[in-house]
């Protein structure tokens, strides 16, 4: 089941790190709880699958293969069953890259909440950069 989508609003961040370096990191599973704070409990694999304990329970995470687009997208099936799809992307910007996330408003939540999604979304872009920042 596919979420139906209200709004969209794409966040973005600099990051003073070649793009291969930030799509290398940034795709493993085993970093997301380092930077992505909704999977901050861990991630873990079981019977070829990735599944993490979030605010919302425990969800799936299936990552876009491998490409040299820098795709990071990912789609997260929450434990009611609807699936949500989150474009990510690692952009060549200089000698550095650009990070930006479509942050989806789906269907029936409010602006309240869509704007928290926004803030940490905002948040956990800002915890990459410093990860891969660090001397």
Not at 78 to 102: E, I
């Amino acid at each position: 089941m596919t979420a139906a989508i209200q709004e969209a609003l794409v966040v973005s961040e600099t990051v003073g790190v070649p793009a291969k370096v930030v799509y290398d990191f940034s795709r493993q599973m085993e970093n997301l709880p380092l930077w992505a704070s909704g999977l901050a409990a861990g991630i873990q694999q079981r019977d070829g699958a990735w599944f993490a304990d979030s605010p919302m329970g425990q969800v799936k995470v299936e990552m876009a293969p491998v490409n040299p687009f820098g795709v990071l997208d990912h789609d997260v099936t929450l434990p009611d069953g609807v699936r949500v799809h989150n474009a990510l992307r690692v952009t060549p910007c200089g000698d550095g890259s650009l990070l930006t996330f479509v942050v989806l408003r789906l269907a029936g939540v409010s602006q309240e909440s869509f704007d928290a999604d926004v803030a940490h979304v905002r948040r956990d872009l800002a915890a990459l950069k410093r990860l891969l920042e660090l001397p």
